[in-house]
T-cell receptor
Framework: QKEVEQNSGPLSVPEGAIASLNCTYSDRGSQSFFWYRQYSGKSPELIMFIYSNGDKEDGRFTAQLNKASQYVSLLIRDSQPSDSATYLCAVRDPDYKLSFGAGTTVTVRA | DGGITQSPKYLFRKEGQNVTLSCEQNLNHDAMYWYRQDPGQGLRLIYYSQIVNDFQKGDIAEGYSVSREKKESFPLTVTSAQKNPTAFYLC????????????FGSGTQLSVL
C-alpha cells in the first residue's frame, strides 16, 4: 500500500513563530501534492498545492517539494492562534488516487 | 453557490442495519470520492468514481457499496457487513486530471446504537 507519512505531533509553537510540517511519500511516481487544514469536527480545506520541485509561496504559507527525496513540507510563518488545526498532507499517485497522511496537529500559543 | 452537500450530518445505525449516506455536488465535477476518518487519524479512501456508471474500490472498500447513476450524485451504503462503522465520512469531488484539487463536503458522523 502506498504510504504518506507525516511528522508526529502535536506541534506547539508560540504566536509569531514559524511552524514547520514535514511529509514523505513512498510512490516515486506521485505527481501532485496538497496540504489541507482541518479544524476539529470540520471537513478539510485546501490551503496549498504544489506540482514542481522547489518552493511555492502563498501569503504566510510556503510549500516545498523535493521529488528526488520524496519529501514535501509546509511552513507557516508568523503563526496565529487561528492556525491551530490539524494539517493533512495528500499525495496523488499515477492512478489519480489521493492518499492522505495521518495529519499533524499544530497548536499556536498566544 | 456551487458546492458539495452531504446528508445527514449525524446518523445512527442499529446492528444489522444498512444505512445510506448522501452526497450531491453541483460543481460539474467528473470525479467523486468517499473517505473515512477515525479519531486522530488521516483519511482512508473507500471508493472513488471518475465517470458515471463506473467506480473503483479504494483501500478499505469491504462492507461498503456505492453507485454512480448521475454525475452529481454518489451515495455510499454502509452495510451490516461493516462491523466497525463508527467514523466521520467525507465525500469529495474534483475534475479529472493529475493536478486537480479535491473539495470536500461537510461530512457525516455515523455512530452505532
Amino acid at each position: 500500500q502506498k504510504e504518506v507519512e507525516q511528522n508526529s505531533g502535536p506541534l506547539s509553537v508560540p504566536e509569531g513563530a514559524i511552524a514547520s510540517l514535514n511529509c514523505t511519500y513512498s510512490d516515486r511516481g506521485s505527481q501532485s501534492f496538497f496540504w489541507y487544514r482541518q479544524y476539529s469536527g470540520k471537513s478539510p480545506e485546501l490551503i496549498m498545492f504544489i506540482y514542481s520541485n522547489g518552493d511555492k509561496e502563498d501569503g504566510r504559507f510556503t510549500a516545498q517539494l523535493n521529488k528526488a527525496s520524496q519529501y514535501v513540507s509546509l511552513l507557516i510563518r508568523d503563526s496565529q492562534p487561528s492556525d491551530s488545526a490539524t494539517y493533512l498532507c495528500a499525495v496523488r499517485d499515477p492512478d489519480y488516487k489521493l492518499s492522505f497522511g495521518a495529519g499533524t496537529t499544530v497548536t499556536v500559543r498566544a | 453557490d456551487g458546492g458539495i452537500t452531504q446528508s445527514p450530518k449525524y446518523l445512527f445505525r442499529k446492528e444489522g442495519q444498512n444505512v445510506t449516506l448522501s452526497c450531491e455536488q453541483n460543481l460539474n465535477h467528473d470525479a467523486m470520492y468517499w473517505y473515512r476518518q477515525d479519531p486522530g487519524q488521516g483519511l482512508r479512501l473507500i471508493y472513488y468514481s471518475q465517470i458515471v456508471n463506473d467506480f473503483q474500490k479504494g483501500d478499505i472498500a469491504e462492507g461498503y457499496s456505492v453507485s454512480r447513476e448521475k454525475k452529481e450524485s454518489f451515495p455510499l451504503t454502509v452495510t451490516s457487513a461493516q462491523k466497525n462503522p463508527t467514523a466521520f465520512y467525507l465525500c469529495a469531488s474534483s475534475m479529472t486530471g493529475k493536478n486537480e484539487k479535491l473539495l470536500f463536503g461537510s461530512g457525516t458522523q455515523l455512530s452505532v446504537l
